[in-house]
């Protein structure tokens, strides 16, 4: 968004990751995201939920754990099991 402080809540349920993955590298890991003081132009809440039948489903989880570890007040990360 224009806006770096904007928050943006992102959903994916079976409809697939890759996008969000996509978004959230650009936020919070590729250079293009960053800021020249070293930081991140990116300053809102992003806020992932994600859907899936089975733990090992959890695609790209690490990266997730990463973003969340590092983005405390950041990134948020919400998934669901469906069938366990």
Do not use: C
């Amino acid at each position: 968004p224009e806006d770096p402080e904007a928050n943006i809540i992102m959903l994916a349920t079976g409809t697939g990751i890759a996008p969000m993955r996509s978004y959230l590298r650009l936020l919070f890991h590729d250079k293009a995201g960053a800021a020249a003081d070293g930081g991140r132009k990116f300053k809102g809440l992003a806020w992932l939920f994600m859907g899936v039948p089975y733990s090992k489903s959890l695609l790209y989880d690490d990266e997730h754990q990463t973003y969340k570890k590092e983005y405390p007040d950041q990134f948020r990360y919400d998934y669901a099991v469906s069938r366990e």
